[in-house]
Each structure stands twice: as C-alpha cells, then as structure tokens.
C-alpha cells in the first residue's frame, strides 16, 4: 500500500507536526518503505488469533480512590517554558 | 582498579584498601580524560557524586552496609533522577531537570550506590547505533582506523561501560537496546522479563515492550546489578507480583542436562559464517558441561521486525503526544497561537527518526487502518509468543546470535530506515514475546567483539545469569578491554 503526499501532509498534522518542505518527499519515501516493508504481516494467517497487550496478559490493576500523591505545584512549576501565578502561559486562545 | 569486579569494589571497600571518594574520583578523572573521545555521557554528575561517595565511606565505616553501597555506576539518559537532567537525548527534554526519581534510580540510592552521571542514548531509544543523539553518537571503544558505532539505544552506557568510565550501568531495551551494544561492545547485558522491572520514571517509548536492565562487564556483576533494579512496583501498573530470586547465589547452578534450543529460523544461510564459528564454540563448551543441544523451531521468526515496526511506532506516537511545549520540555520561539505552538515545538524538538517514527505510528492507528496494521500486528506477536512457548516444551534455553554482524562504521548504515530496522532481527522477538533475553560476549570477528544470546522462559533470569557466569568461568572473551586510543587502556 503505497500512501500519497496529501496522506503524508494529514498524517502530519494528526501528529502535530510541521513538514519542512525540502524533506517531505524524502520522508514520504520513507514511510512508503516501512509501510511496504511492514505489509509482510498480511501474509500471515490470524484467523481466531487474539491480539496481545501483555505477554502475561495481565489486566489493569485499580489502586484504591484516596490521596496519595502531596502538592508539587513549585517543583512541577521550575520545567514550565513559561508560568505566572502557578499557572502555565500559552498563547492567547480566546480573543 | 578499573577492572575490579562489583563484588571485589565491595570488599576493597570494607577492607579499608580504597574509598569510595577515591574510587569515585578515579572514575571520574578518567571520565574528564576520556569522555571527550567517546561521548559516553551527556551528564557528569561531579559534586554530586563526591558528595554521595562521602556519604557511602560514611555509611561503610558505620557497620554493615549493602554490597551496592559507595559503587559508582552510570544510568541511562531515560531514567528521571530528580535535580540532574534528563533528557533522553533528545532536543525535546534538554532542559528537563526531573521533580521526582524513578522506581530504578531510587533503588540504586537506597542501595548506596554512586550515580557518576547520564549515559548517552539514541533520542527516545529509538534507534541501534546511537547516532539518533541529539547529543552526537557515542563512539565504540574499540574502534581503531575508522569510528565505529556503539549500537544502541543504550549506546553511552555500553561505552561507559567497556571503556571503563563507569564499572556498570543501567540500560532500557524495546527491541534490543541493551543487548545489542552489549554484543557490539563485548558487555554482559540483560533485558528481563517484561513486568520485571519497575518502568516508573522511565521516559516511554512503546510501553508493552520497554524493560530497563543492566549492562556489565560479567554475568556476576549483572546479577548484583539486577538484584537493586528487579522488583514489583505499585507505581507501575504493568510491573508483576513475583518474588525476586538471589541472582547471584543461583550462579553456579549446574548446567548439566540443560536443554538448549538452536532455531533452524536462526542457524541458516543468512547467518555469517564468523559468527556461526562463536556459537558453535560456545555450544561445544555447554555440551562439555554437560548440556544437550537440540534443533527447534520459531516458524514466525521472519514477522517479527515487522510486527515491531507497527507496535512500537504507534505506542511511541500516543506515548510522546504528551510534548506540547506547555508544561516541560522544549518551546519554540514565539508562537503565534497555540496550534503553532504545539506543531513548531514538537517539529523543532524531535529529531527526524522520531518524527518518522511518530508519524508512522499515527497512520497505522488512523481510522480505516487501525485493524490492517495495529490490530494484525497484535495478533502476529501472539503468534510468536506462541512460537516460544511450544520451544520451552521441550528446551529449557534458546541460544543464538545477538545481533547479524560486529559493530559497524558510524554513517555506514546510510538513511535508510528499513536496512537499520534489520539489524535487530534476532533481538526483536523477545520483546514482542515478553521474554528475559541476555547477550554475553563469546567471541570476536576481525577484532570486534560479538554476543552469544540466551532467551529464556518467563522470568528465568537466574538461569540465563548462571548458563553467562559458567561460561565466562571458562573464557575470557568478556574480560576484554578495548586497549585503543580512546580509552587509554
């Protein structure tokens, strides 16, 4: 299966992520040769084969619903690219 | 002093013949002199390993103490240690100072060990030659005319490591990302069990198949290393209930009537003739000891790589969804809004096999594709845990090469990603299976080390160390070091 630049471009923006445009067909290539490589995997027979999440297939474990992590607000805070009053900064979302 | 196993540091330690300020500052002159040469680390941690070796010598002089307690040791650049950087060699995290220690690196501090700082990696451990730093690769030690890689992702520890800049250090392997440097480098690595180790704190990649695990100069060491990072963690939901073995005091546990397996799928004409040569050294020497040795088969060997390039691409495109240069890590310079922010932040922050990466984890996870791709790919990993399952029938033990060749020349590899993905073919199946896999050096090509593997059942760790530890009690393959220019050795 052989995916086109514009599937490249959608792909992209799901990914958030901005293509330069010199690299794009190179990338697109790329892509093409994994996605083709990949392809192998058609070939086999999977019929009545469950999918498998965990080699021991072990499910979610729930912890019981009380506190157990204290306030880190000013140690979480020192990473933020940009912060004021304990609260992160973004750009402007509403006009 | 550089060549002291981890359980002789211990008693030079007791016995009053060095400090742990002394050794720590040994390893840390040589890593000022060398670490130039080799790029093994991002991060030397100097005052705060002083200050932690002051406080080991301390400890010692006290009364008995942990085996662990004033050895230094390297982490990978993955595993969050509060207040020292961490930045997966990545672009993306080069200003992250962790607010909390992950499960392994609280281990090694209550243990007493001596963090001398982080090892160089392949960005998000995605890659086998370290290359993908945003840092610059790694560089194997023992490289001579030409620069050779480390392999990797865990390519800075395995050239701390050999290149005696640190006596041990932690490794995490997805696809083969411990044991494949440790074949290039002619280390002892082990990748455990899934659910062995603690994954919290480790900075994700494909969460079903990443486990950390140590990378050694001996089995010995890598059993002592194990014993710190092994363990049941509530913090990690997929981390599993079951008691840790004494690693080392299953060592020399006797190897005769071991089954091993040799797949058919693994000793065929793909496989190089030098390489072969090793392996079947080995195998005259288990048979020596008293194993038997017997042809399997692991029909859907050829899947693997490509069952691998689906999973761990679309777990690492939700996983690293969580960079959107608003809480931590990288920001672009002046965004206009915040769509901008989020796509020139991550554009500008991963490096180009992330992005591809991400991107082809993201189309096979798309709506229409989810079930050709993900969905197949899941249902093929049964199909090869399967495989393991039927062998550990009637072995006890597989063994085969770690990796197709010696290490290979920096940039040798072109960019291509498919003809690197190749590279770990032997490595892969046992993170799709979920098994613990170990490479141990057992001889060399053209000078080069190569690794011998040993996939084992589900958390039969102890035994893949003794099978390692028996053998190096009769070679010296592992004992190696790399006498080059770049070490000074």
Redo the contacts between chains.
């Keep these: 299966m052989s995916?086109s630049p514009e599937?490249?471009q959608k792909?992209?923006k799901?990914?958030?992520?901005?293509?330069?445009k010199d690299?794009t067909e190179k990338?697109g290539q790329?892509?093409n040769?994994?996605?083709s490589?990949?392809?192998?995997?058609?070939a086999?027979d999977?019929s009545n084969?469950?999918?498998?999440?965990?080699?021991?297939d072990?499910e979610?474990?729930l912890?019981a619903d009380i506190v157990s992590e204290h306030d880190?607000r000013e140690?979480?805070a020192?990473?933020?690219?940009?912060i004021e009053d304990g609260l992160?900064l973004?750009?402007?979302?509403i006009e | 002093m550089f060549e002291k196993s981890i359980k002789e540091l211990a008693e030079g330690l007791r016995q009053g013949e060095f400090s742990s300020q002394e050794l720590t500052k040994a390893y840390l002159d040589r890593i000022d002199q060398y670490n130039g040469n080799l790029n093994a680390y991002i991060t030397v941690a100097h005052e705060q390993a002083l200050a932690d070796a002051r406080a080991a010598d301390e400890k010692i002089a006290a009364g008995p103490a942990n085996i662990w307690t004033g050895i230094p040791f390297a982490h990978k650049d993955i595993f969050c240690t509060e207040g020292l950087l961490t930045s997966c060699g990545s672009k993306m995290l080069s200003n992250f100072v962790p607010p909390y220690d992950a499960t392994v690196a609280t281990n090694f501090k209550q243990a007493g060990a001596v963090c001398l700082g982080k090892a160089n990696m392949d960005e998000f451990a995605m890659g086998g030659s370290n290359e993908n730093s945003f840092y610059g690769p790694a560089i194997n030690p023992w490289s001579t005319d030409t620069s050779l890689v480390p392999g990797g992702s865990s390519g800075g520890s395995a050239v701390a490591v050999a290149a005696r800049l640190a006596p041990a250090a932690t490794g995490t392997d997805t696809g083969g990302s411990i044991r494949q440097p440790a074949a290039f480098c002619g280390l002892t690595g082990l990748k455990p069990t899934y659910g062995r180790v603690s994954r919290y704190g480790m900075v994700a990649f494909a969460s079903s198949l990443d486990q950390g695990g140590p990378m050694a100069r001996s089995a010995e060491d890598a059993a002592a290393m194990l014993q710190v990072m092994a363990g049941y963690d509530a913090k990690d939901s997929t981390s599993v209930k079951q008691a840790v073995p004494n690693y080392s005091m299953h060592l020399n546990q006797d190897l005769k009537g071991l089954r091993i397996g040799l797949p058919v799928e693994y000793f065929n004409k793909h496989l190089n003739a030098a390489m072969q040569k090793v392996l079947e050294d080995a195998i005259k020497l288990f048979e020596a000891r008293g194993a038997v040795c017997k042809e399997i088969s692991l029909p859907h060997t050829e899947l693997a790589v490509p069952a691998y390039y689906v999973i761990a691409p679309a777990e690492a495109s939700a996983n690293l969804s969580r960079f959107d240069g608003v809480r931590y890590g990288y920001r672009c310079d002046d965004p206009q809004d915040l769509m901008d922010m989020y796509m020139r932040s991550r554009s500008e922050g991963f490096g180009t096999e992330v992005k591809r990466r991400i991107m082809v984890g993201a189309y096979a996870l798309s709506a229409g594709y989810y079930d050709a791709y993900y969905r197949k790919a899941q249902q093929v990993r049964r199909l090869i845990k399967n495989d393991f399952m039927t062998a550990f029938e009637t072995v006890d033990v597989i063994l085969g090469p770690t990796t197709p060749s010696p290490a290979f020349g920096l940039g040798e590899k072109g960019d291509d990603p498919v003809q690197m993905y190749l590279e770990d073919i032997y490595t892969i199946s046992a993170n799709l299976a979920g098994l613990p896999a170990l490479s141990a050096p057992a001889g060399t090509i053209d000078g080069l080390p190569v690794g011998m593997q040993l996939i084992g059942n589900y958390f039969d760790e102890a035994r893949l160390l003794a099978i390692a530890h028996q053998f190096q009690a009769e070679t010296n393959w592992h004992t190696q070091a790399p006498k080059t220019e770049l070490t000074g050795l």
Aim: aromatic fraction near 4%; charged fraction near 20%.
């Design positions: 995916i599937d490249i792909i992209a799901l990914s958030h992520l901005q293509l330069e690299k990338l790329d892509i040769n994994i996605l490589f990949v392809d192998q995997l058609q086999a999977t084969i469950e999918p498998m999440a965990h080699p021991m072990a979610q474990i912890r880190q140690k979480l020192k990473n933020a690219p940009a992160f973004v750009p402007r979302v």
